[in-house]
């Protein structure tokens, strides 16, 4: 039977006949927007609720943050101010990955090895000055609703287990749901989901040398790659979902992940399940310590989210511009 919103179950997806099997494909009333499409008017107003002590965090890093990365291409920025004569000053950046730092993934980002770009969106679409499937999408109409945050990292420590960042800890879905329980988050259809597992704040205060082994070594804590957890994400209508991490999910892929065939130039990853078929976006990097701490303070973990990405028509991602009001 098909559950809240009136939207497929994922099993049901599971049934759709041939390329559309599996795939959210068709269902959205707008084709490029995917499942923020699952946050409606009453969601958003329903978020200011979330407003409770007044303070306001900025979930992204500097855009030269990660400088070292784990990336093996995206660098920093290069920031050039000049002037035209003494009253006046502009700047530009060179070199400036998108995704370099805290950042949004759009649904032109990954294409699904077997059944192509999101909503069959031909390949030759997805170039400089189209707009399909663009991340402008969402700048023009931004994703703003109830964002939730599990502190993953919070929890492990609590059970004296803290995730181990050096190995590259792949994390169960059944972690994340146990930590759900300890902070009595109830999900709501049109949620934001953001997963803090400390990478970020861990990875920032290595030295440059061991910044560069963990980079060598291709290990990087996420989520573990399982059709449970795609299930989960989609059968409670997640509108996006973030972490403080590299990659969302980990890296490398679990041995014997369920996309190994169907995901092969990914290497069994998840990406393209969530983005490619079921136009759920992924948020990567995200500063979420100063909020995870806050919230713990308080004991409420619910915020109104705002997440703006640049107006840069069919970018493939872009800086998150995250602000949370909590």
């Known amino acids: 039977m098909s559950t809240a919103l009136g939207y497929p179950s994922f099993a049901e997806l599971l049934d759709r006949d041939g390329m559309l099997a599996g795939t959210s494909w068709g269902l959205f009333p707008d084709p490029g927007r995917g499942t923020p499409s699952f946050i409606s008017a009453e969601d958003v107003l329903q978020a200011r609720n979330c407003i409770r002590t007044g303070a306001v965090f900025g979930l992204d890093y500097a855009a030269d943050a990660f400088d070292p990365g784990m990336s093996l291409k995206r660098g920093a920025p290069t920031h050039t101010i000049y002037s035209s004569h003494p009253a006046h000053r502009d700047d530009f950046l060179d070199g400036y990955y998108l995704q370099g730092s805290s950042q949004i993934d759009g649904l032109r980002h990954r294409r699904a090895d077997d059944v192509g770009f999101y909503n069959g969106t031909p390949d030759d679409r997805i170039r400089e000055g189209t707009p ?144 490619a078929k079921l136009g759920m976006p992924l948020g990567e990097l995200w500063r979420l310590g100063p909020l995870s701490r806050h919230m713990g303070s308080t004991g409420s973990w619910d915020a109104l989210l705002s997440i703006k990405p640049l107006n840069i028509t069919g970018a493939t991602g872009s800086p998150a511009n995250v602000t949370a009001l909590t």
């Open 132 to 275: 399909d499937l663009g991340i402008q999408v969402w700048a023009e109409e931004p994703i703003v609703g109830r964002g939730i945050l599990v502190d993953l990292d919070g929890y492990r420590k609590a059970q004296g287990a803290p995730i181990d960042h050096v190995k590259g800890e792949a994390l169960g879905l059944d972690q994340i749901q146990a930590a759900l329980e300890t902070q009595s988050l109830q999900l709501r259809p049109g949620d934001i989901f953001m997963l803090h597992t400390g990478w970020c704040e861990w990875f920032l205060e290595l030295p440059a040398e061991e910044k560069q082994r963990q980079r060598a070594s291709r290990r990087a804590t996420g989520v573990a790659q399982s059709r449970d957890f795609v299930a989960w994400a989609w059968d409670n209508r997640l509108a996006l979902l973030a972490a403080d991490n590299f990659a969302f999910e980990c890296l490398p892929a679990v041995p014997g992940s369920p996309y190994s065939s169907s995901a092969f130039n990914d290497h069994g990853m998840m990406h393209q399940q969530f983005l």
